[in-house]
């Protein structure tokens, strides 16, 4: 056993969850109850999905709002080059920081079909909107009085879909940590191997950015399948069987929640920097979960 004074600290687990803007009328009256529940659990921060499509960029605006003015929340707002040219990227991102956002996921979104990429006036790949980021943050220095932006970037276990090998994977991870990016945040994974082994070849490259485990809680079988069918990732056919052959509603998600505890301990076991949550603004899997990890809420 080693002596008290050459042990190592506990880790500082970060937690954070993501969110996307309400899409009707009744998800938008739900939406403040979930935040304020998951407020309770004293997240680190909470992202907010982003849609290209015009109206949308209006309600993530409000909701990044709403968390920066009414909440103690730190949210971290998603932008992607997709549908949009440089010039807009400088405004939204504009738009972010002065409505008191300092955190910026950055990506390059996914090409809509058909459509040539990159179109005239667009940021190619994601590492380009790191640096614009870092641009106009260098631009407004003196107001953002609050101190720099973090940025996040996204990583992927399973490798991107377009993506030739995972040595390719490391060297895209490589440009956005060298364009200014702080964290990553990984695409959903079903099997803790596949999350380790790009922390481990990302370590062994250089790569010193944390890279959070993205999961979702894994309690339904629709949610699971249209994740997998979007990200490009094999659905795990195993656990969606046993939640098939569940009894009822209660005892799928039961079988759900312990099944997302037993991947996140596996990958906290062996050194993931925290947690980050899909909730897909349903906070009463995610509290399940930590409940069932045990997790010391802040509340
Ligand atoms: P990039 O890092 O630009 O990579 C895109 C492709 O280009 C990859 O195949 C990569 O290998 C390749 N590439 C990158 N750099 C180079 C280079 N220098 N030379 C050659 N090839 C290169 N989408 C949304 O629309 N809205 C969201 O809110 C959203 N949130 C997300 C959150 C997370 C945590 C994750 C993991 C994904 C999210 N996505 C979201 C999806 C994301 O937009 C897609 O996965 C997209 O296809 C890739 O984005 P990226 O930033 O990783 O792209």
Redesign the pocket.
Known sequence: DAPASVRRPPRRLTLSYELFPPRSDVQARTLPDTIERLAATGPDFVSV????AGPRRATTTELLRFLVDQTPLRPLA?L?C?GNTEEQLREIIDEFLSAGVRGI???????PDGLGWPPPGALR???HLVRLIREVEAERAIELAAGRVSIG????PNG????PGPR??ID?LL??QRAGADFA???QFYAPGEYLALLRRAELAGVRLPILP?IMPLTEPGRILKLSRLAQIEPPAALLHELELARDETERHRLGVAATVRLIRAVLDEGAPGLHLYTFNNHRAALDVLDELGWPSAA
């Not at 970037?153 to 992927?156: F, I, K, L, N, W």
């Open positions: 999905t982003y849609g290209a998603h992607t997709v996921l950055a990506i390059r979104g996914d090409i790949y994601g590492h970037v996204a990583a992927y991107h879909p377009d993506s390719h994977d895209v440009a956005k945040i990984s695409q993205g």
